[in-house]
């Protein structure tokens, strides 16, 4: 209560703001992702790893909306590139050079991407990569992880325990969960026994490689290359979810694990902060996709690959070299150090999950493996850590996640333990 209370002296705006966006649209937003209680905050503008919202209060960006800002906010280089695109016409219905130039750049980074198309969102990317591999298969079963997230559609939505099947969501029929399976995220037995029953109605298996919203939980050792395995010899397709986790290499985690899948989604970063999706894969599998062939498979979308998206991307992927991931390594693995320092000095039951630069902070003394053990996490601590956090300047996604920016340095990991910790003992005076 304390907590909240000083959020709202310190956003009064952003409060009365809430007040009427909620008159024109339903919780006075449109991502149902970005609410938390009592209000959002209204944000004005931001520069590098920093925003303010209207308020005047200055954050710590964390969050980087969702992933997606890696290079912090305004970078001049995208900017810069995004100026000249303007200039040059927004968006064809033809073919323009920039949307050429990322798919080579993707094509060389990404083992798994052999061709690729582009969309506007991660959920077109995965939605188009499971039509694919049923399209190619000719089978509609898609297996996914209990907890796993990849966007919107209706078949992402469908969440699923032990098999099952119950639509997570009002609104969608039910027949569309009676093609989806789910299984426990690092539980290869629990794959195969799955495989035995169905592989012949399976068209692919989907999965995070790192699970992003389930809370950042890495795979096990052996475990994807266990997936690879499994889709061989059940003759089954593996896609890879990288909408998150592109960034843990400059080939995503396919490229840090060491497991190439038949396709992949991305999105987010490829985008350099525009609205952005892609899919690749195998080519023989892509193909399905070429408008030459009379029997294909038809993907359109009017902003598909437009120029300032195009640009932009160029841009955050060039950005994103070695030594730039390198860098997010070694404040991430910094932070996460610092971070459990403070848990165990102030005794408090709580643990830190990472892969790379994507972290998550969970109220349980062990770290979860897959969704059904992030449920022992104290949802009352998470949000009241969350609200702390904000009011020491420091945002992150209310469920626990933090993710870093290339443009963080020393210095705001530095501040952002100062803030964890302090954030950390009014938790510990709790228990
Ligand atoms: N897949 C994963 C792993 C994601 O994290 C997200 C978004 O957070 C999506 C898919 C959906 O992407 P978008 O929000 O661009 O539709």
């Given at each position: 209560?304390?907590a909240e209370?000083?959020?709202?002296?310190?956003?009064?705006?952003?409060?009365?703001k809430?007040q009427?966006?909620?008159?024109?649209?339903?919780?006075?937003?449109?991502r149902?992702?970005?609410?938390f209680?009592?209000y959002?905050?209204t944000?004005s503008?931001?520069?590098g790893?920093?925003f303010q919202?209207?308020?005047?209060?200055?954050y710590l960006?964390?969050?980087n909306?969702?992933?997606?800002?890696?290079?912090?906010?305004a970078?001049s280089?995208?900017?810069?590139?995004?100026n000249?695109?303007?200039?040059?016409?927004t968006?064809y219905a033809?073919?323009?050079e920039e949307?050429?130039?990322l798919?080579?750049?993707l094509?060389?980074?990404?083992p798994g991407i052999?061709?690729?198309r582009?969309?506007n969102s991660?959920?077109?990317a995965?939605?188009?990569?499971?039509?694919?591999a049923r399209?190619?298969t000719?089978?509609?079963?898609?297996?996914?992880?209990?907890g796993?997230?990849?966007?919107t559609?209706?078949?992402?939505q469908?969440e699923?325990?032990?098999?099952q099947?119950?639509p997570?969501?009002?609104?969608?029929p039910?027949?569309?969960?009676?093609?989806v399976?789910a299984?426990p995220?690092?539980?290869?037995?629990?794959m195969?026994q799955l495989l035995?029953q169905r592989a012949?109605?399976i068209?692919?298996?989907l999965v995070?490689?790192v699970m992003?919203?389930a809370?950042?939980?890495?795979p096990?050792s052996g475990?994807?290359?266990?997936?690879?395995?499994?889709?061989n010899?059940?003759?089954?397709?593996?896609?890879?979810d990288?909408?998150q986790?592109?960034?843990?290499?400059t080939?995503g985690?396919?490229?840090?694990y060491?497991?190439?899948?038949?396709l992949?989604?991305?999105?987010?970063?490829?985008g350099?902060g525009?609205?952005?999706?892609a899919f690749?894969g195998?080519a023989d599998?892509m193909?399905?996709?070429?408008?030459?062939?009379?029997?294909h498979?038809?993907?359109?979308?009017?902003?598909?690959?437009?120029r300032i998206?195009m640009?932009?991307?160029?841009?955050?992927?060039e950005l994103?070299?070695q030594q730039a991931?390198d860098h997010?390594?070694?404040?991430?693995?910094?932070?996460?150090?610092?971070?459990?320092?403070?848990i165990h000095?102030l005794?408090?039951?709580?643990?830190?999950?990472?892969s790379?630069?994507l972290?998550?902070?969970?109220?349980?003394?062990q770290?979860?493996i897959?969704?059904?053990?992030?449920?022992?996490?104290?949802?009352?601590?998470?949000?009241?850590f969350?609200?702390?956090l904000l009011?020491r300047?420091?945002?992150t996604a209310p469920?626990?996640?933090?993710?870093?920016s290339?443009v963080?340095?020393?210095?705001?990991i530095?501040?952002?333990v100062?803030?964890?910790?302090?954030?950390?003992?009014?938790i510990?005076?709790?228990?």
């Amino acid at each position: 209560i304390n907590a909240e209370r000083e959020f709202s002296i310190r956003t009064p705006k952003s409060m009365e703001k809430y007040q009427a966006a909620r008159r024109v649209m339903p919780g006075g937003d449109t991502r149902s992702t970005v609410y938390f209680s009592p209000y959002p905050i209204t944000v004005s503008n931001g520069s590098g790893p920093e925003f303010q919202d209207i308020d005047g209060n200055h954050y710590l960006d964390f969050l980087n909306n969702y992933t997606a800002t890696i290079h912090g906010h305004a970078h001049s280089k995208v900017v810069e590139k995004v100026n000249q695109a303007l200039s040059s016409g927004t968006s064809y219905a033809s073919v323009i050079e920039e949307q050429i130039s990322l798919a080579e750049i993707l094509c060389a980074r990404v083992p798994g991407i052999e061709q690729i198309r582009f969309c506007n969102s991660g959920t077109e990317a995965t939605m188009f990569a499971i039509r694919v591999a049923r399209a190619f298969t000719n089978r509609a079963g898609i297996i996914k992880m209990e907890g796993g997230y990849h966007g919107t559609h209706e078949t992402a939505q469908i969440e699923l325990f032990n098999t099952q099947q119950a639509p997570v969501s009002m609104g969608i029929p039910v027949r569309v969960a009676q093609d989806v399976y789910a299984v426990p995220f690092n539980d290869l037995e629990a794959m195969e026994q799955l495989l035995i029953q169905r592989a012949k109605e399976i068209a692919a298996i989907l999965v995070e490689p790192v699970m992003g919203a389930a809370g950042v939980i890495p795979p096990l050792s052996g475990y994807l290359a266990g997936l690879r395995e499994l889709a061989n010899r059940y003759d089954v397709l593996l896609i890879f979810d990288e909408v998150q986790t592109l960034r843990l290499s400059t080939g995503g985690a396919q490229s840090k694990y060491h497991v190439t899948p038949d396709l992949t989604a991305l999105g987010k970063i490829i985008g350099g902060g525009f609205p952005v999706g892609a899919f690749g894969g195998r080519a023989d599998i892509m193909s399905l996709f070429d408008p030459a062939n009379l029997n294909h498979l038809s993907h359109g979308g009017t902003f598909n690959g437009n120029r300032i998206t195009m640009a932009a991307g160029i841009t955050s992927m060039e950005l994103l070299d070695q030594q730039a991931i390198d860098h997010l390594e070694t404040l991430a693995k910094k932070l996460q150090m610092q971070m459990q320092e403070a848990i165990h000095r102030l005794f408090v039951p709580a643990s830190v999950t990472r892969s790379g630069s994507l972290l998550n902070v969970h109220f349980t003394e062990q770290p979860p493996i897959n969704y059904a053990s992030t449920h022992r996490s104290r949802k009352d601590f998470t949000q009241l850590f969350h609200i702390e956090l904000l009011n020491r300047g420091i945002y992150t996604a209310p469920r626990g996640m933090w993710n870093l920016s290339t443009v963080m340095t020393d210095f705001h990991i530095d501040q952002a333990v100062k803030a964890f910790s302090d954030s950390m003992q009014v938790i510990a005076k709790c228990i």
